[in-house]
């Protein structure tokens, strides 16, 4: 195969998963992707260790195409934060249970390679930006509905991390005072509505007041496998209930992208997650909410995009911070 | 008197009151300060007229002073939004009723000095910055709670403005889904509970239900008479009604602030405004309801203040835009 000359490697440590890849220097697909379950509750080191074995598998794939790691220029880690990216170190994740944890240099070492740390919903929007759907933005705002609502911000090709690494956090956004309880605490957060598990969790909840849906029938019954992507194929099918539940998520989701779109005024907002796979049963109703709320002038320059780069935005974007802290640019 | 070298006008053209005030081009305190109500029914072109009378004035003794025009280099100006500032034209203000009105070049033409133009909000955070309680702070927030509640960030003594001069508009940030309508059309925007007066609306809702408070005293029995400085000092004499309206006040406000410390992660917030008279009956709740709604890491990284510049943020800061305009930086 033709090979570009450069290389880095790009870890993505999720909530749910973890994904691997050697990501071309100047751009381009992720070469010898790899992905396991996350685990996290064996504990900081044992999902090291299986990262590493990762690396070390995607590099031997590597070699047997003909390249060596002699060209592969060093390594980037997206993981939940908050962290300090100087340090290199986790500081608390609520979605893995970590604490204190010196995850870039614990994987630096094991592979013997420079490496760089950076929040993993920061990785998956700067991803986006360098080759998805993010690409041209000044200033874009991405979202994540996964087990979490992750968000970033990258502003003139840069990941905005304010003074402490914490910028970015939409997901605990109030967008409801007394709302529903968040597991951050708090009440009435964006995630507390739009994480996918709170997208299904809010659609069983109406299943069990005797909601009519194809939704039981596509779980077999058993509500607790309902998934916001099973509410997104049942919107998709045309199902009332479930295009309730979208729409609902949109009313927050709404008021969240508005509060930003006033704030930031950015001329893009990706959001990533299996329910945007509902299309426009989301798109079209969140389109509506934000235009109600969010200034016109700041609704006429932003367009609400789905992500391009599902599954691979956080490999794309770990090594792009990689890069960045090594040469500077992208 | 020994006049610095070179001066800027300032203009903060406000929903209630106009300011001018010429000001040390390397800082310092503005010389001549006037101010006069806004008038804004009156309509734009008289409200030009008298800014120009004003400017004129200021500049008429500068020269009594031993000063002349040809020491200063140019004029700033601010003015509610949303605004265009490249061709300094304001597209709509809500608070003064103008649409489409070339605020920036009718007031430059008429006093024959360069002007530059950006969202009042903005510029008073910007004086702050230069000159006030955000000296020295990387990423900063501002909202001052007036006719509404406006709102602007400097990041590295930059205004940002997002990419059509929307950004920092803080005051429509949805907190309560479903909560009070808002002048803007929407419910449950921050202003709909923190502007000087909403905040009076909701104290005078509660005297109407028949609350024991000595506020009614204080504006001898005329309630359309309270005012969000009233009840800052009904709460600074310790009334027990007063504190509450202070406490809920807080919780908005909070809610407001913990999402744009979330989201951005700054060093400082600075609030102005009459409100912030309440002194610790404001900044205590304050604080509480913001260590309980945000991320600890981004709350111990971020101070709330006062502004230390109350009455003049807004000029200091208008002629900081002219300033960086003309020289690239303060």
Redesign the interface.
């Known amino acids: 195969m033709d090979l570009p000359e450069r290389w880095i490697v790009g870890v993505d440590i999720g909530g749910t998963n973890l994904v691997v890849g050697l990501v071309p220097a100047r751009g381009g697909n992720p070469f010898g992707l790899r992905t396991q379950r996350t685990l996290s509750a064996e504990g900081p080191e044992a999902v090291v260790a299986r990262v590493v074995d990762m690396v070390v598998g995607v590099l031997a794939d590597f070699e047997a195409e003909g390249g060596s790691k002699g060209v592969v220029d060093g390594l980037g880690i997206g993981c939940p934060g908050?962290l300090d990216r100087t340090s290199g170190v986790v500081?608390t994740t609520p979605n893995l249970g970590w604490t204190r944890f010196p995850v870039r240099d614990r994987i630096a070492e094991a592979v013997d390679l420079p490496a760089a740390l950076d929040n993993d919903a920061n990785c998956a929007v700067l991803g986006e930006w360098w080759q998805g759907a993010g690409k041209g933005s000044?200033?874009l705002v991405g979202l994540t509905l996964g087990t979490g609502v992750g968000?970033g911000?990258v502003i003139d090709g840069r990941i905005?991390?304010?003074?402490?690494?914490?910028?970015?956090?939409?997901g605990?956004?109030?967008?409801?005072?007394?709302?529903r309880p968040c597991k951050c605490?708090?009440l009435?957060c964006l995630e507390a509505y739009a994480s996918g598990p709170n997208i299904a969790a809010r659609a069983v909840e109406g299943l069990e007041f005797g909601a009519s849906s194809i939704l039981p029938d596509l779980v077999e019954g058993m509500l607790s496998d309902v998934t916001a992507e099973t509410i997104s194929r049942a919107a998709v099918q045309g199902d009332a209930y479930a295009l309730s539940v979208m729409r609902e998520t949109a009313?927050?989701l709404g008021?969240g992208i508005?509060?930003?779109?006033?704030?930031?005024?950015?001329?893009t907002v990706v959001i990533a997650g299996g329910v945007t796979q509902a299309g426009e049963h989301l798109f079209a109703p969140l389109q509506e909410v934000v235009r109600?709320?969010?200034?016109a002038?700041?609704v006429?320059?932003?367009r609400i995009v789905p992500a391009a780069l599902p599954g691979t935005a956080g490999v794309v974007g770990a090594a792009a911070v990689f890069k960045q802290q090594d040469t500077g640019g992208l």
């Open positions: 908050p500081v000044r200033v968000g911000i905005f991390h304010g003074v402490g690494d914490v910028a970015g956090e939409i605990h956004m109030t967008v409801d005072l007394d709302g605490g708090n009435g009313e927050y008021a508005a509060n930003v779109m006033n704030l930031l005024n950015p001329d109600k709320r969010a200034f002038s700041a006429d320059r932003c």
